[in-house]
């Protein structure tokens, strides 16, 4: 029914063997029979799956009204009021949407109308969204450079482990890539072109599990603004304190003075409800007004979807859940370091609060990616009902942004878990796995995104076996 | 607090003195002191405001289960074969989304991989929603033709009461205006460009609440498909049964043989809840499959959002509500036909089930819209606690698209007080109408959109009586 009646493009995890998920509590998922899942992935249902708080906001609204934002109510005020309260004074104005890519997509709009600039820098391998425009500022989703739009113009992914520059053999960063941003703004210059924005995530999700390295925001909204550029944090995965406290947004990770001209919210702020949102400050709220041109956004704001992102935001709070993100995060990182030292095929891990990267390579010296390794860990993880997942170009980044309830003996069960089949990995000949992975992926297409092609299935050398490359460490 | 928190770009209804509704029900709104307004142009909470039945089934979802589509889950399917049933059997892959603007961008995105044609043909004053791409395709939202893109391209909008060719002057409209589609499309393909898609909404609704003649989209489809491009019906706002039965779709006023390559639905389809979709063949789905791109969003098609169309859907066939629209809107129509009789300032009345116009002009013969008149009717109306608003180029058409379960006792209401406010208009000096216009409308900005100008404002003469003027005809 799912082969006929939904489209193709629309993937499925575990495509080979999907899961049917039937029901969901906290940072739990079970199956029809019954089997409890631990989810590690979902960043949407941030405060917990089905939180009852958040349900019963939403329901409790729901019966008595649930109109378009014409008219004047409580709840959008109060959510925008709130959501300000959380944001440096400066970002003020709210517009209220349905999704991350409906939120990315009118900053653009904010963006071109205020600077009277066209084009726009963003991250390499960024992902922002699915509207056509939006699409257009994501090279995550193009198989080639050649297929962005001519205004949207990719900048290095800092990436202290795999980028151009790494902190193994540079100091300093943030400078060195901020100067690659100053590098790009003159080049779009000389070409006459002029910068209406630079886009980033705050921290890099679909390009790896990516922080930022220090003072690189600085420097780079110092030459975006000196383009008469303004800049954009995109916050849809990363915000709402799933960095931990003292923080609400990963932009602040980058130091108090940074200020982002517009920032974007999406996915945790309903909690699997349909809401997102733009922040911006008075004075491009202001340039927008005067376009004369009205943003009506039929569901954007409306009182269910604005009572349900009140209620997270209340639950975050209630439940201390930034305090919670921090001190698991940590707990987590230090479990990760420790395992690292027992694992070579862990080249690099990385995480703030509950963003957490695991990079595996097969080789910590070429630090080649162990993509088809990442795949084999999921599918293992996933019979023994762990959910995780893997991301960045090679896919060999695998990805913890679980709900912000996930507790410490989770993290436990994670980890003795994955100890448990990166040995396995280690001990079992090359070959075996080649064609474990190959079954496992269901052939020739990727489990997730068709673009993951076989050509990148395991290649561990059988004549190196992996016990000896441990002992190399 | 409204204003320093939310762009003012999100334009309120009756701005100098909005209402703050803070509870509704069934077609009936209510303020805070109580007070009851009869809501005649809610076309979202289409099978009534708060439906418990829709309520409690979004209520009960969330409850158990609020994910993304990344996982197998019966609802999905269940809605995307409920939905392929109503259309015909052609159109049967679904892609879910959270606003019709998703859906209307996935829709160019789909026509234009599918055709691997670019240029798309609209009809003047249509609105198709509000992200980049499809505000490039909304010339509604454009103050000159000149802001539109390139590959956007506007055919005349194929109005018989005030368009190009009328039915005072033409017979065969529908060819008439098809012929003005073929003869773009020529254009279009002279200047060495292609054509992806025919867009337009089955009915046109901001522009004026227009019908389409007989045998236009026949016709249309014909030009299109033979010039290679693809044909998208948008049924945001029209689908779902406004029409009445037999049809769920406006399109299918044209006959039984029109099928559109695409259909976007939303509005209506979750009666409030953010829920959109666009329906395809299987050949264009096969064409974006192939593309290699995967299409992700992260709401869309999730459990609680299908659980609600789903449940809207059933709403509309437990209490036979397109039956109900037919009977009632036929009631409506009759009733409209007969105050025209009396009212020289109802230059035209239309309307299939609960989807009607009356257009209002100073002078039958000159056609002159009654813009002014028409806002000062809204605001009558309003104080007698009747929601009713006006929409097309000169802002002179009232509009009535009430909740489903409207009934003929409201219809009865709705035209006792339009018929005292139109009675008082004709008696009232036009100087006195002036002077109460412009208070009423706040000074220079008009009560909804900017753009409406003062100018507009009334200008009856006062040297020519309304009263004669009705004798006239």
Known sequence: MRERHIGASCKLFFKSDPLKIVRASKQYMYDEAGNEYLDCINNVCHVGHCHPAVVKAGWEQAQVLNTNSRFLHDNIVLLAQKLSSLFPSKLQVCYFTNSGSEANDLAIRLARI????????????????????????????HKSRDDLPDWCHIVENPDAYRGKYTSDEHADLGTKYADEVAAKIAEIQASGRSVAAFFAESIQS??????????????????????????????????????????????QLQGEDIIPDIVTIGKPMGNGHPVAAV????????????????????????????????????????????????????????????????????????????????????????????????????????????????????????????????????????????????????????EHIQSAVHALMGGANGPIRGELRQTESCRINSSKPPAKKLRKI
Chains 1, 2 share one sequence.
């Open 114 to 141: 205020h600077t009277k600039h066209n084009d726009t820098i963003v991250i390499d391998h960024a992902y922002h969204g699915h509207t056509w425009e939006v699409l257009g500022l994501s090279p995550y989703k």
């Open 206 to 251: 679909c390009a790896g599990q990516v922080f930022l390295p220090e003072g690189y925001l600085r420097q780079v909204y110092k030459h975006v603004r000196a383009a008469g550029g303004i800049c954009v944090a995109d916050e849809v995965q990363c915000g709402f304190g799933r960095v931990g406290s003292p923080h609400w947004w990963a932009f």
């Open 279 to 430: 922040i911006t400050t008075a004075e491009i709220a202001e340039s927008f007004n005067k376009s004369g041109v009205e943003y009506f956004n039929t569901y954007g704001g409306n009182p269910v979807s604005c009572a349900v992102a009140l209620s997270v935001i209340k639950v975050l709070e209630d439940e201390k859940l930034r305090e919670h993100a921090k001190e698991v995060g940590e707990y987590m990182l230090e479990k990760l370091k420790e395992m690292s030292n027992r694992h070579s095929l862990i080249g690099d891990v990385r995480g703030i609060g509950l963003f957490v990267g695991i990079e595996l390579v097969k080789d910590r010296v070429t630090k080649e990616p162990a993509s088809a390794i990442a795949q084999h860990v999921i599918f293992r993880m996933k019979e023994s009902r762990i959910l995780l997942s893997a991301d960045g170009p090679h896919r060999n980044v695998l990805k913890l942004k679980p709900p912000m309830c996930f507790s410490k003996a989770n993290v436990d069960s994670v980890f003795a878990l994955l100890n448990t089949v990166l040995t396995e990995v280690r001990e079992v000949k090359a």
